[in-house]
């Protein structure tokens, strides 16, 4: 059954800057007010700076916001020394410059094992309901992180058991982190430098990365202008005939919404017809989605929909980095699902039997792609993809 369409009453050439404020409260649950009142520091005089529409992200109780906390996860996150061999880190895999994702297909871990899945960008990340592909378990920052870092299958980070002291070694005898850590740690107990620590100081440097000052951020705020075709591609983003907003409708641009309001939290994953390898659903190992959890026919194929924030500078895209350009995604939606002719790969997906349903074919023009791919550009956040405080501090030493 295809999800009740709330904003089919809206009407293009009027509902622009409503429409992108409105859909905080329809998406997500929480009833947010779309005004910032997140500037007063809280008990850790940390103050969020959000633009007008975006609400307050979660934060657990046990991991407060501050500004030494985050300044600590800033350094860690790029740390090499953060990795089994010394030679990886968290931002090796995920580029500022690329919305702190790769311009590769997969990610390389430390040792040079490959992942079944494209990096995905974490602009915005605190406000995702689930943190990966296909994990509904995976909700919280704290314990995604320990799937990169001591995960096997594959390897990322490569810490395990036989080198995680030497790991924890390397980064206490740096001589700035002992402050950093009894800073941004004042009440842990001692040794105050432990796995537990680390993994929440990156998890609040995460939760820091908003990005809400595109240009098409500021067309809402009334402080820019959309081209023409920009224009154009907006209304059919978020209109009935390409509609693109029912998985990617959000204030995020996708369809898993959690913040520090809210009441409902959906976590829908989805099929879109990429691949059809038996001829019966199949998708290709290890790249089953949600299905590889729960052995369940009908999770074959169901991925998280990410968030199309700065899309135009993450390719390649979809969960295996299977399509390189935009041009190709928006095809692959256009045809209602991919038909692949030859290979190991080879079936027709737009016959897959698990497929959404709201993945059918759509008769977009050349123009239309055109348009689309315009507004979609529009969503680039130059402030994320180059502000000092997101950057790496090893970079200048």
Same mark, same amino acid.
């Given at each position: 059954?295809?999800?009740?369409?709330?904003?089919?009453?809206?009407?293009?050439?009027?509902?622009?800057?409503?429409?992108?404020?409105?859909?905080?409260?329809?998406?997500?649950?929480? @009833?947010?007010?779309?005004?910032?009142?997140?500037?007063?520091?809280?008990?850790?005089?940390?103050?969020?700076?959000?633009?007008?529409?975006?609400?307050?992200?979660?934060?657990?109780?046990?991991?407060?916001?501050?500004?030494?906390?985050?300044?600590? @996860?800033?350094?860690?996150?790029?740390?090499?020394?953060?990795?089994?061999?010394?030679?990886?880190?968290?931002?090796?895999?995920?580029?500022?410059?690329?919305?702190?994702?790769?311009?590769?297909?997969?990610?390389?871990?430390?040792?040079?094992?490959?992942?079944?899945?494209?990096?995905?960008?974490?602009?915005?990340?605190?406000?995702?309901?689930?943190?990966?592909?296909?994990?509904?378990?995976?909700?919280?920052?704290?314990?995604?992180?320990?799937?990169?870092?001591?995960?096997? @299958?594959?390897?990322?980070?490569?810490?395990?058991?036989?080198?995680?002291?030497?790991?924890?070694?390397?980064?206490?005898?740096?001589?700035?982190?002992?402050?950093?850590?009894?800073?941004?740690?004042?009440?842990?107990?001692?040794?105050?430098?432990?796995?537990?620590?680390?993994?929440?100081?990156?998890?609040?440097?995460?939760?820091?990365?908003?990005?809400?000052?595109?240009?098409?951020?500021?067309?809402?705020?009334?402080?820019?202008?959309?081209?023409?075709?920009?224009?154009?591609?907006?209304?059919?983003?978020?209109?009935?005939?390409?509609?693109?907003?029912?998985?990617?409708?959000?204030?995020?641009?996708?369809?898993?919404?959690?913040?520090?309001?809210?009441?409902?939290?959906?976590?829908?994953?989805?099929?879109?017809?990429?691949?059809?390898?038996?001829?019966?659903?199949?998708?290709?190992?290890?790249?089953?989605?949600?299905?590889?959890?729960?052995?369940?026919?009908?999770?074959?194929?169901?991925?998280?929909?990410?968030?199309?924030?700065?899309?135009?500078?993450?390719?390649?895209?979809?969960?295996?980095?299977?399509?390189?350009?935009?041009?190709?995604?928006?095809?692959?939606?256009?045809?209602?699902?991919?038909?692949?002719?030859?290979?190991?790969?080879?079936?027709?997906?737009?016959?897959?039997?698990?497929?959404?349903?709201?993945?059918?074919?759509?008769?977009?023009?050349?123009?239309?792609?055109?348009?689309?791919?315009?507004?979609?550009?529009?969503?680039?956040?130059?402030?994320?993809?180059?502000?000092?405080?997101?950057?790496?501090?090893?970079?200048?030493?």
């Amino acid at each position: 059954m295809k999800p009740q369409r709330t904003f089919k009453a809206l009407r293009p050439a009027r509902w622009a800057v409503s429409f992108g404020i409105a859909l905080l409260a329809g998406c997500g649950g929480g @009833g947010v007010s779309v005004t910032d009142t997140t500037g007063a520091p809280d008990g850790n005089g940390w103050a969020w700076a959000l633009p007008a529409n975006f609400p307050t992200p979660k934060v657990p109780v046990d991991n407060p916001m501050s500004a030494a906390k985050v300044e600590l @996860g800033r350094f860690l996150f790029y740390d090499k020394r953060l990795s089994g061999n010394g030679t990886q880190s968290c931002g090796s895999c995920h580029e500022q410059a690329r919305a702190f994702t790769l311009p590769t297909e997969t990610a390389r871990g430390s040792t040079g094992e490959f992942t079944p899945r494209n990096a995905q960008g974490l602009a915005n990340v605190a406000y995702n309901a689930t943190l990966t592909w296909a994990n509904p378990s995976l909700v919280t920052l704290e314990r995604q992180m320990e799937t990169p870092l001591f995960g096997e @299958g594959p390897v990322e980070m490569g810490i395990n058991d036989g080198n995680k002291a030497a790991v924890l070694a390397r980064i206490a005898v740096d001589a700035s982190y002992p402050a950093r850590f009894a800073a941004a740690f004042a009440n842990e107990p001692t040794p105050v430098v432990n796995w537990n620590t680390i993994i929440k100081a990156i998890s609040a440097f995460q939760r820091t990365m908003i990005s809400g000052d595109s240009r098409y951020d500021r067309y809402l705020a009334g402080t820019a202008t959309l081209a023409a075709d920009e224009t154009r591609g907006m209304n059919l983003f978020f209109g009935e005939k390409a509609e693109c907003f029912h998985c990617h409708g959000s204030f995020n641009f996708n369809d898993q919404i959690v913040h520090a309001t809210s009441r409902v939290v959906e976590t829908p994953f989805h099929n879109t017809g990429l691949y059809n390898i038996d001829g019966q659903g199949g998708f290709p190992y290890p790249n089953r989605g949600v299905f590889e959890l729960s052995a369940k026919a009908e999770d074959m194929g169901m991925f998280r929909a990410p968030s199309l924030r700065n899309v135009a500078v993450t390719p390649p895209y979809m969960h295996d980095g299977g399509k390189a350009t935009l041009e190709a995604v928006l095809d692959h939606y256009a045809a209602g699902g991919s038909l692949i002719t030859s290979g190991p790969n080879a079936g027709d997906g737009r016959a897959n039997p698990y497929k959404s349903d709201l993945v059918a074919r759509i008769d977009l023009s050349a123009q239309d792609k055109t348009d689309l791919i315009a507004f979609l550009k529009t969503l680039t956040d130059e402030t994320l993809l180059t502000h000092p405080k997101f950057s790496d501090p090893f970079a200048a030493q």
